[in-house]
């Protein structure tokens, strides 16, 4: 290009990528070395052991227990979250107000979320088996978030619940760039709604569905405020609705095993990454199909 | 018809039923909030939002939350609107390589790096000061707004700057005059997003900002649902979240137009 | 340290390339700064700096920290130009933990509540100053009596680590089964004296409309507090040791599985609130305090925590957990007793002769009387309640630590073994919620104790 191109990106790059390396890289490097290590938090000179944390990790049942309630939440909360949301984003073609509402809990903070759904599912006045209880479904009730087998379904309904109104936005803001003449061109050669939309909306808003998929999985592997704050445990009944990154965070500051916590960081880098990747392709793949 | 409506009904009573409901509480003592969760109070009580505001130092946490969020969010945009410009208009030797560097920020679990990142900010001398907040904030908030943008600058058409540049226009006058004002929906909506997520920010102020009287509100509302549990005072955490929430509803209710108006764009790159 | 602060500045490429562990998180730090102890007097035992200004990190927990203020003012009338910067937080060691890595930690510190700093660690990587020199020093009350001689017996065991004494517990917490003076006045009922009588008891209770308990489901461990006390009963402080040394079997033995039973026995005969599983402490503790439920399991903490929504009264006095059975090895006033709220002066504080200092006047009559009144709790300064007027659930608790006289036990397992703690906590939600039963409950937590003991990467300890 033009004269002067090397200074300008020098001189535009600097400062970014100083803080980007100082306040992210440089502790995700280091993070990356301690956990080779037996630190336990305070010690000045931790011991290198190799890959023992790592191998650690498979004995791990708090760990398998996180492992297998994220991998459940990667296949439940990206899918419901989308289908609803084009659901909705559909339904709520030109009435607005509809939308406005349902982006309210994407403006508010996951510790706010947590503590307001305590309320709803808590027994004995909870929101919830008062609702059951007004409609005449009082044999419903429950403790919802002490029964093993619910709880984390409790969880990932919150999940759902907080994620929906963006995915709903995001949508229908794609949905409004397709031409309606296409649309109409498409009504008037008989093709009924479901086809309309799945012949036609979705293959040209998928660029938008495939951000959601990988969003959506990567918070898929998160869930640790809404656990900590919300459940039995935490992270129970029973480790039932234990996550991976509430694992972590118990095994640094309650356990004092900061090395063997990292190791857990490590791997649960790896696997977003590789969820990530996954996620990609796959999603790539449909879009030429449909295409 | 009939079923949508009731669907879109349904969905909207979800949503708001909870937040309603906290609004209400706020309003109630505590034994009401555990006798009859349902009902609403027999009289307004008032002096739980002014005992929020004051003793649990709600008003001080939101000056202190609008210093380092308004401070983080200026950076974000300018460092990252700068970073995504060159990356998606410039070709360089490394150009692949930063990109992914920086987008590999997105995936990293946050607190894998709190200890040593602490230590960072604490050898810089930032521990708990309002610019290491702002630095770090804006650090972590790059990787996204870079993400977001790159693709943005990509679409935008080249001709109004290559026009700029045989008008002898240098590097950074087209980036400022001519393709930063072209982004401007992009910077809208991303923005948008930026201020959620550095106003909702609870790990980072945790680790790096110990100073009580730096708190910012998720921290502080943390420590007001925290103390509840020592010594309760439910209807005073219940006006301390409708005080949190508030200031940010209230601006996407005002500002809603817009901010649709800026989503749309950023959906349509 | 130089090292590490140019390699953080020179960004990504230095510090990928630089140094290793020892230059970055776990750097140590300098002592270049540190306050040298000056001349001491009897006026100044310690040897103040009367000018060096003093950090305290207190835990605002159930207690509030109103008594660490006033040691604070107490200090300063003592020394005007001492700055005390006192800053009461929750999590303290998220706070905290970092700066002790960083050896730049405050001069004194409440090391308590939930999140707070693992002592064990702290202890064995020499982190915290030998408190010999203040227990040796005069009281602040009576120059003749040393601080040492002011406090309640076990106090200075507690927090004695390989004959050095390292931290200094503020208050005496008991734990026991709560309910309502006058609710059981009104119905005529007594507290029990045998779990048998505790099990009938509950079967009347519930004709009368009550639920006989609550507790905080959704923390098991203080369900836990009434299993072990049952168990420690009837096994006495042999099987107190076994399970802290973590011998085999120890958590199968009769004694223990007798225990569980007996809060099993709860749970299959409906005497717990529907519901409880999934309350918080607060909700349950309400729901008791509203009357709906008779007894609940508590530490004596409790009637300050429910101050605000406790009716007039509603006099809550707290029981010793009944005896397990009729040949318990231990006398029925046993009870499950620790000192809380440790306090520690860091090894690498700037200011150690002013932690000290601090803590010389945190420990005076005056300052624990305040506490006793402001937080409703026990300190443990001798002679410090004497006098005062206590209320309904302090006075039972005071009681109850004459009645027991040396027959005080507490568990070490929960401090040194937290994954055995976790473990445990599961366990126990399940047991109370009747998924599983007595024997499958030992044996899941005897498989984690054998777990801790197989694990070499735990630091173990012998009681």
Redesign the interface.
């Given at each position: 290009?033009?004269h002067?191109?090397?200074r300008?990106?020098v001189?535009?790059?600097i400062?970014?990528?100083?803080?980007?390396?100082?306040?992210?890289?440089?502790?995700?490097?280091?993070?990356f070395?301690?956990a080779f290590?037996?630190?336990?938090?305070?010690?000045?000179?931790?011991e290198f052991t190799g890959f023992d944390n790592f191998g650690k990790l498979w004995d791990d049942p708090?760990f398998l227990a996180g492992l297998r309630n994220n991998g459940l939440m990667l296949l439940v909360v990206p899918l419901a979250v989308i289908v609803l949301a084009l659901?909705?984003a559909a339904?709520?073609k030109g009435?607005r107000v509809?939308?406005?509402?349902?982006?309210?809990?994407?403006?508010?903070?996951?510790?706010?979320i947590a503590?307001?759904?305590?309320?709803?599912?808590?027994?004995?006045?909870?929101?919830l088996n008062?609702a059951l209880s007004a409609v005449g479904l009082g044999s419903w009730r429950k403790?919802?978030?002490?029964e093993?087998d619910l709880a984390l379904w409790c969880v990932m309904a919150v999940m759902i619940?907080s994620s929906?109104?963006f995915y709903v936005?995001?949508f229908s803001?794609?949905m409004?760039?397709v031409p309606d003449d296409i649309m109409e061109a498409a009504a008037i050669d008989g093709a009924g709604p479901m086809t309309v939309f799945r012949r036609i909306t979705l293959p040209l808003i998928w660029?938008?569905v495939q951000v959601g998929w990988i969003y959506l999985g990567?918070a898929a592997l998160?869930g640790?405020?809404l656990v900590q704050?919300m459940?039995?445990?935490p992270g129970?009944?029973?480790?039932s609705t234990e996550v991976m990154?509430l694992g972590?965070?118990?095994t640094?500051?309650?356990?004092?095993?900061?090395g063997?916590a990292?190791a857990m960081?490590?791997a649960?880098?790896f696997l977003?990454?590789s969820i990530?990747v996954l996620l990609l392709r796959v999603t790539k793949r449909e879009r030429v199909e449909l295409a | 018809m009939r079923t949508k409506h009731a669907f879109l009904t349904l969905w909207a009573a979800l949503v708001t039923l909870p937040l309603l409901w906290a609004l209400m509480s706020s309003f109630k003592t505590d034994a009401e909030i555990f006798d009859s969760p349902w009902t609403p109070p027999a009289s307004p009580r008032f002096d739980n939002w002014s005992r929020a505001w004051e003793q649990a130092s709600i008003g001080q946490y939101l000056f202190n939350t609008l210093i380092v969020v308004g401070g983080a969010l200026a950076l974000t945009m300018l460092l990252g609107a700068l970073t995504a410009y060159c990356l998606a208009r410039y070709e360089f030797p490394g150009n692949r390589f930063l990109y992914y560097t920086l987008i590999a920020g997105m995936l990293f679990p946050v607190f894998l790096a709190l200890v040593p990142l602490f230590f960072v900010v604490d050898n810089l001398g930032m521990l708990g000061t309002y610019h290491g907040l702002i630095l770090v904030y804006a650090a972590y908030a790059l990787p996204f707004t870079v993400f977001f943008l790159h693709g943005f600058f990509r679409s935008l058409p080249g001709a109004v700057a290559e026009a700029a540049f045989i008008d002898g226009a240098s590097h950074a006058g087209v980036f400022f005059r001519v393709m930063l004002p072209m982004a401007r929906p992009g910077m809208v909506s991303v923005g948008i997003f930026n201020f959620l997520g550095l106003w909702n920010q609870y790990l980072l102020p945790k680790v790096l900002n110990p100073d009580p009287d730096h708190y910012v509100l998720a921290q502080g509302l943390a420590e007001l649902a925290v103390s509840q549990g020592y010594r309760s005072d439910w209807s005073g955490l219940f006006a301390g979240l409708i005080i949190a929430i508030l200031p940010v509803l209230l601006a996407y209710v005002f500002f809603q137009r817009q901010i649709r108006a800026g989503l749309t764009s950023g959906a349509l790159k | 340290m130089n090292l590490t602060r140019r390699s953080a500045l020179a960004g990504v490429a230095a510090v990928a390339a630089s140094t290793g562990l020892a230059a970055c998180a776990t750097a140590g730090g300098d002592d270049g700064d540190k306050v040298k102890q000056g001349d001491t007097s009897a006026e100044n035992p310690l040897g103040v700096s009367g000018e060096a200004a003093l950090e305290v990190v207190i835990f605002k927990g159930g207690y509030g920290d109103q008594y660490a203020i006033d040691a604070g003012t107490s200090l300063k009338q003592k020394f005007p130009k001492v700055a005390v910067d006192h800053k009461g937080i929750q999590g303290v060691g998220e706070v905290l933990q970092p700066r002790f890595v960083a050896d730049s930690p405050p001069d004194v510190v409440d090391n308590s509540g939930a999140g707070r700093l693992d002592l064990a660690t702290l202890v064995s990587a020499g982190k915290l100053t030998d408190l010999t020199s203040l227990l040796d020093a005069p009281s602040l009350d009576d120059p003749a009596k040393k601080v040492r001689d002011t406090l309640m017996p076990g106090v200075i065991s507690d927090g004695t680590f390989d004959g050095k004494p390292l931290v200094l517990n503020y208050s005496s917490v008991l734990w026991g089964v709560w309910y309502s003076k006058s609710l059981f006045a009104k119905h005529g009922w007594t507290f029990p004296k045998t779990w048998d009588e505790m099990l009938t008891l509950n079967d009347e209770i519930k004709k009368a409309g009550l639920h006989p308990w609550t507790w905080q489901g959704k923390y098991p461990e203080y369900l836990n507090d009434p299993l072990v006390s049952l168990a420690a009963k009837a096994g006495g402080f042999d099987l107190v040791k076994s399970i802290d040394n973590l011998q085999p079997g120890a958590w199968q033995s009769p004694a223990m599985l007798a225990a569980a039973e007996a809060i099993y026995q709860l749970a299959v005969r409906g005497h717990i609130m529907p519901g409880s599983e999934g309350l918080s402490h607060t909700e349950a503790q309400n729901a008791w305090c509203k009357g709906q439920v008779a007894f609940i399991p508590c530490g004596s903490w409790l009637e300050g925590e429910q101050q605000a929504v406790t009716p007039a009264g509603f006099d809550m006095v707290m029981g010793t957990v009944p005896a397990l059975t009729g040949s318990d090895k231990l006398p029925n006033g046993a009870v499950m007793a620790a000192s809380s709220e440790s306090f520690i002066v860091p090894a690498k504080a700037k200011n150690v002769p002013g932690g000290l200092e601090f803590l010389r006047h945190l420990f005076s009559q005056k300052v624990a009387r305040g506490f006793a009144e402001s937080a409703k709790a026990l300190p443990v300064v001798t002679g410090a309640t004497d006098g005062l007027s206590l209320s309904s659930g302090l006075g039972s608790v005071a009681e109850a630590v004459k009645a027991a006289g040396p027959n005080v036990f507490s568990y070490k397992f929960r401090t040194w073994y937290a994954p055995l703690s976790k473990a445990l906590d599961d366990a126990t939600g399940e047991l109370a919620t009747k998924r599983i039963n007595p024997q499958q409950w030992a044996e899941r937590v005897q498989k984690a104790a054998d777990a801790v003991a197989k694990d070499s990467s735990i630091v173990k300890h012998q009681r």
């Amino acid at each position: 290009m033009r004269h002067g191109k090397y200074r300008f990106l020098v001189g535009a790059l600097i400062v970014p990528l100083a803080l980007y390396g100082v306040f992210v890289l440089s502790p995700y490097l280091q993070a990356f070395q301690l956990a080779f290590t037996n630190w336990n938090g305070v010690d000045s000179a931790p011991e290198f052991t190799g890959f023992d944390n790592f191998g650690k990790l498979w004995d791990d049942p708090l760990f398998l227990a996180g492992l297998r309630n994220n991998g459940l939440m990667l296949l439940v909360v990206p899918l419901a979250v989308i289908v609803l949301a084009l659901a909705l984003a559909a339904a709520t073609k030109g009435t607005r107000v509809y939308r406005v509402v349902y982006f309210f809990p994407q403006l508010l903070s996951v510790a706010i979320i947590a503590v307001l759904w305590q309320f709803v599912y808590t027994p004995n006045s909870g929101l919830l088996n008062g609702a059951l209880s007004a409609v005449g479904l009082g044999s419903w009730r429950k403790s919802w978030l002490a029964e093993p087998d619910l709880a984390l379904w409790c969880v990932m309904a919150v999940m759902i619940w907080s994620s929906v109104g963006f995915y709903v936005v995001l949508f229908s803001a794609a949905m409004e760039s397709v031409p309606d003449d296409i649309m109409e061109a498409a009504a008037i050669d008989g093709a009924g709604p479901m086809t309309v939309f799945r012949r036609i909306t979705l293959p040209l808003i998928w660029e938008s569905v495939q951000v959601g998929w990988i969003y959506l999985g990567i918070a898929a592997l998160d869930g640790f405020a809404l656990v900590q704050i919300m459940t039995v445990g935490p992270g129970g009944p029973d480790n039932s609705t234990e996550v991976m990154g509430l694992g972590l965070y118990r095994t640094a500051f309650t356990f004092g095993k900061f090395g063997y916590a990292s190791a857990m960081g490590v791997a649960i880098f790896f696997l977003t990454l590789s969820i990530a990747v996954l996620l990609l392709r796959v999603t790539k793949r449909e879009r030429v199909e449909l295409a | 018809m009939r079923t949508k409506h009731a669907f879109l009904t349904l969905w909207a009573a979800l949503v708001t039923l909870p937040l309603l409901w906290a609004l209400m509480s706020s309003f109630k003592t505590d034994a009401e909030i555990f006798d009859s969760p349902w009902t609403p109070p027999a009289s307004p009580r008032f002096d739980n939002w002014s005992r929020a505001w004051e003793q649990a130092s709600i008003g001080q946490y939101l000056f202190n939350t609008l210093i380092v969020v308004g401070g983080a969010l200026a950076l974000t945009m300018l460092l990252g609107a700068l970073t995504a410009y060159c990356l998606a208009r410039y070709e360089f030797p490394g150009n692949r390589f930063l990109y992914y560097t920086l987008i590999a920020g997105m995936l990293f679990p946050v607190f894998l790096a709190l200890v040593p990142l602490f230590f960072v900010v604490d050898n810089l001398g930032m521990l708990g000061t309002y610019h290491g907040l702002i630095l770090v904030y804006a650090a972590y908030a790059l990787p996204f707004t870079v993400f977001f943008l790159h693709g943005f600058f990509r679409s935008l058409p080249g001709a109004v700057a290559e026009a700029a540049f045989i008008d002898g226009a240098s590097h950074a006058g087209v980036f400022f005059r001519v393709m930063l004002p072209m982004a401007r929906p992009g910077m809208v909506s991303v923005g948008i997003f930026n201020f959620l997520g550095l106003w909702n920010q609870y790990l980072l102020p945790k680790v790096l900002n110990p100073d009580p009287d730096h708190y910012v509100l998720a921290q502080g509302l943390a420590e007001l649902a925290v103390s509840q549990g020592y010594r309760s005072d439910w209807s005073g955490l219940f006006a301390g979240l409708i005080i949190a929430i508030l200031p940010v509803l209230l601006a996407y209710v005002f500002f809603q137009r817009q901010i649709r108006a800026g989503l749309t764009s950023g959906a349509l790159k | 340290m130089n090292l590490t602060r140019r390699s953080a500045l020179a960004g990504v490429a230095a510090v990928a390339a630089s140094t290793g562990l020892a230059a970055c998180a776990t750097a140590g730090g300098d002592d270049g700064d540190k306050v040298k102890q000056g001349d001491t007097s009897a006026e100044n035992p310690l040897g103040v700096s009367g000018e060096a200004a003093l950090e305290v990190v207190i835990f605002k927990g159930g207690y509030g920290d109103q008594y660490a203020i006033d040691a604070g003012t107490s200090l300063k009338q003592k020394f005007p130009k001492v700055a005390v910067d006192h800053k009461g937080i929750q999590g303290v060691g998220e706070v905290l933990q970092p700066r002790f890595v960083a050896d730049s930690p405050p001069d004194v510190v409440d090391n308590s509540g939930a999140g707070r700093l693992d002592l064990a660690t702290l202890v064995s990587a020499g982190k915290l100053t030998d408190l010999t020199s203040l227990l040796d020093a005069p009281s602040l009350d009576d120059p003749a009596k040393k601080v040492r001689d002011t406090l309640m017996p076990g106090v200075i065991s507690d927090g004695t680590f390989d004959g050095k004494p390292l931290v200094l517990n503020y208050s005496s917490v008991l734990w026991g089964v709560w309910y309502s003076k006058s609710l059981f006045a009104k119905h005529g009922w007594t507290f029990p004296k045998t779990w048998d009588e505790m099990l009938t008891l509950n079967d009347e209770i519930k004709k009368a409309g009550l639920h006989p308990w609550t507790w905080q489901g959704k923390y098991p461990e203080y369900l836990n507090d009434p299993l072990v006390s049952l168990a420690a009963k009837a096994g006495g402080f042999d099987l107190v040791k076994s399970i802290d040394n973590l011998q085999p079997g120890a958590w199968q033995s009769p004694a223990m599985l007798a225990a569980a039973e007996a809060i099993y026995q709860l749970a299959v005969r409906g005497h717990i609130m529907p519901g409880s599983e999934g309350l918080s402490h607060t909700e349950a503790q309400n729901a008791w305090c509203k009357g709906q439920v008779a007894f609940i399991p508590c530490g004596s903490w409790l009637e300050g925590e429910q101050q605000a929504v406790t009716p007039a009264g509603f006099d809550m006095v707290m029981g010793t957990v009944p005896a397990l059975t009729g040949s318990d090895k231990l006398p029925n006033g046993a009870v499950m007793a620790a000192s809380s709220e440790s306090f520690i002066v860091p090894a690498k504080a700037k200011n150690v002769p002013g932690g000290l200092e601090f803590l010389r006047h945190l420990f005076s009559q005056k300052v624990a009387r305040g506490f006793a009144e402001s937080a409703k709790a026990l300190p443990v300064v001798t002679g410090a309640t004497d006098g005062l007027s206590l209320s309904s659930g302090l006075g039972s608790v005071a009681e109850a630590v004459k009645a027991a006289g040396p027959n005080v036990f507490s568990y070490k397992f929960r401090t040194w073994y937290a994954p055995l703690s976790k473990a445990l906590d599961d366990a126990t939600g399940e047991l109370a919620t009747k998924r599983i039963n007595p024997q499958q409950w030992a044996e899941r937590v005897q498989k984690a104790a054998d777990a801790v003991a197989k694990d070499s990467s735990i630091v173990k300890h012998q009681r």
